[in-house]
């Protein structure tokens, strides 16, 4: 089992920033790649990034790329979603995911969620 808990959700104005942070315990947090999904008022989870357990490879959604980085601090067993240039349409609760991440799918184990609300 790994045990995640996301903090660092809030309310921002358009065009400002947040950094999301997922802290992992349980099974070794270094074996397992992480990820990001979100569930907005459409109450539709989409995928929004992943890396890899060594943090060598990411990939985003084309609705974040360029405005979001994910990044993991496996001494920490922390994940991190930095999320740059907010708009109102990233309004949402943030999920972090860890084990065999898909973007249509999921993950094998969630957190419990952070609201991050933009406002125009």
């Known amino acids: 089992q790994v045990q995640l808990v996301e903090s660092g959700g809030g309310t921002v104005q358009a065009g400002g920033s947040l950094r999301l942070s997922c802290a992992a315990s349980g099974r070794t947090f270094t074996r397992n790649a992480m990820g990001w999904f979100r569930q907005g008022p459409e109450k539709v989870r989409q995928f929004v990034a992943t890396i890899s357990w060594t943090g060598g490879t990411t990939v985003y959604s084309d609705a974040v790329k360029g405005r979001f980085t994910i990044s993991r601090d496996n001494a920490k067993n922390t994940v991190y979603l930095q999320m740059n240039s907010l708009k109102p349409e990233d309004t949402a609760v943030y999920y972090c995911?860890?084990?065999?991440?898909?973007?249509?799918?999921?993950?094998?184990?969630w957190g419990q969620g952070t609201q991050v609300t933009v406002s125009a």
């Open positions: 995911a860890a084990g065999r991440i898909s973007a249509s799918s999921g993950g094998d184990y």
